[in-house]
Structures are given as C-alpha cells and as structure tokens.
C-alpha cells in the first residue's frame, strides 16, 4: 500500500507542477541533406511550360469568347419612316435639301458623277418619288445647250440635251447658251438639229445668252477670222434656239467684265431678240440694266514707262 501511495503521490506532484519539454536525446547520426534523397516533384530542368499551356482549352484562349451565362442581345427590327404620308410639300423641300450641292448649271463635266450622278439614285424608289424628286431636280436647274468643258465633251457630237430622255427635257425651264469658247474654230457639234431635242422642251420660258468673250475687241485683232465670222455664227445660232422653241418668253443676258454692251456681238444678239418681241432680262455676272452703258474713264498710269525718241532710237524712262 505505501508503494502505491508513493506512486501515486509522485504522479499528482508532477502533474501540480510546471510541464517539462520533451528531453532531447543526444543521437550519433547526422541529418541528411535533402538532396540525398528522391523528390517526388520535377525540377526546373525537367519541367516545361508547353505542357500546360497544351492542357489550357482553347475557348480559354480568346479575348472576346462570350461568357456562357451572358444571354446574347436581341436584335431590334427598325420599322421603316412613312415618307411617303408626309404632305407633298415637304417632301419637296427634302429634295431641295437633297439636291443642293448638285451645283446651279447641268452641263457635260468629268464630276457630274461625284456631284450628280450618286444623287440621283433616289430616283429608283418608287413611281412617286421620280415623278416628284425629278421635275424639281430638272426645274430647278438650266440646262447648258452646248458643252463648254475643255477637251472631250467640247467637241462632242452629242450635247447633254441629247443624251436626256424626253421627259427629263420637258421638266427643263431654262435654257443656258455659252458663246465666246471656239471664237476662231467653233465646233462642229454646236449646230441645231432634230436630235438636239429643243422640240421636247416644252416648259422653258427663259433662254439664258452668257457671252465670255468678244472677238470684236481690239485684243482679238490678228487672231480673229474676218468679216464678222464670229458674230454672224452666234446670231444664226441663237435665232436657230429660238426658232425651236416659239414659246419662249424672255431672253437673260450676262457676259463677262471685258465684254461691252455697244459691241459688235452684244448689238447684233439684241437685235435678234427685239426683232421676235421677247422681252430683254440682264443678268447679275456683269450688271448690266436698260440703261445705255456709261464706259469707264481710262485712268492714267503715272508709274508707267516712256517711250522717246532720239536720235532714232528708243529710250525707255521709268519713273
């Protein structure tokens, strides 16, 4: 009994007491390095990269792959814009907008299909939208009888009034008749025939006679074909217009600043209409109006060199 009282009094004594570690117990052996032994893991030698990336799927892969769990966007159907119940009047101010940058006068040039050709393509909507989008395109702008474009379309036998389909011509109110190009040689295209088609433009009330030259100025002498060739051709021409179209109203003349109202052309073109009774318009290029034109007083030059004569020879003074 006292052996077990012992015992048992040595085991509370040691458990009332404070715990003692663990008591290190001296070994003989050293501990091994760690590269004594196999690794289960590759080192960096026998690892390689592509054998992962060649476990990556491949939808992982891309940048834009779209998330499974986004719903895809629903597509909306854009219902067509009535145009056609909007009243006739601005349908026809949409096509004066649509027209505007057509510029003012149709003539045969290398930029009718940048400028007018691409606009026109509204024609082929409907039966309505020609009828409408047409008569406004040709009423609202003249038409050049003759081509004046340097080149190809100058000399062509086929003028752009020709090259119109009837109707298109009959949507025409006025006319523009350029003279002045070709004044030594004009071209054998500017003649007036049954395939020009002035018979088919039946709407035109004004015939417009832009005149950009004179060759009855003193500039042209030495140049110019004699006995008035040049003259006498535009007033044939413009009585040949004129005789086309008997319903024409009023005749606008414009020219250039260098050309003179008391000129030998100028006279000779009035005296063409006057004598049919039309009434005479001026245009705004050169200003003109139905009073008599007042010619310019010369200005004199005072930094203008002199010419003198001495001895037979010519001395030229600079002031």
């Avoid at 026998?46 to 990336?53: A, L, M, T």
């Avoid at 039946?202 to 140049?223: A, R, S």
């Avoid at 413009?238 to 005749?251: H, K």
Wanted: with cysteine.
């Amino acid at each position: 009994m006292r052996g077990r009282k012992t015992a048992a009094s040595g085991r509370g004594s040691r458990a009332l007491g404070l715990a003692s570690g663990p008591t290190p117990v001296s070994s003989a052996f050293t501990t091994p390095l760690s590269s004594a032994y196999p690794s289960t893991y590759a080192s960096e030698a026998e690892y390689d990269v592509n054998d992962e990336v060649a476990k990556i799927p491949m939808g992982a892969l891309s940048l834009h792959a779209p998330s499974p769990k986004t719903p895809k966007p629903k597509r909306v159907k854009l219902k067509p814009f009535p145009f056609l119940l909007l009243p006739s009047e601005l349908r026809l101010k949409v096509y004066e907008y649509h027209f505007a940058n057509t510029g003012y006068v149709l003539d045969l040039d290398p930029d009718n299909y940048k400028r007018i050709h691409q606009k026109l393509a509204i024609l082929r909507t409907c039966r309505t939208i020609y009828n409408e989008a047409s008569y406004l395109f040709y009423s609202t702008h003249p038409a050049r009888i003759f081509p004046t474009y340097p080149g190809r379309f100058f000399k062509t036998k086929k003028p752009l009034l020709a090259r119109m389909k009837p109707g298109q011509r009959a949507c025409l109110t006025s006319l523009e008749l350029r003279l002045g190009p070709g004044w030594s040689k004009p071209p054998r295209g500017w003649v007036v025939n049954p395939a020009l088609g002035l018979s088919d433009c039946i709407n035109i009330n004004k015939v417009t006679v832009f005149v950009e030259c004179d060759p009855g100025n003193d500039i042209f002498k030495g140049f110019r074909q004699a006995d008035q060739f040049y003259e006498k051709f535009s007033m044939a021409l413009l009585i040949a217009v004129l005789d086309e179209m008997p319903w024409v109203e009023r005749v606008e003349f414009d020219a250039w600043s260098s050309v003179k109202k008391s000129g030998a052309l100028m006279r000779g073109l009035m005296d063409v209409v006057t004598s049919r009774g039309l009434r005479i318009i001026w245009g705004a290029e050169r200003g003109w109006t139905d009073a008599e034109e007042v010619e310019p007083k010369p200005v004199l030059n005072l930094h203008a060199p002199l010419l003198m004569n001495s001895g037979g020879h010519n001395i030229m003074v600079v002031a």
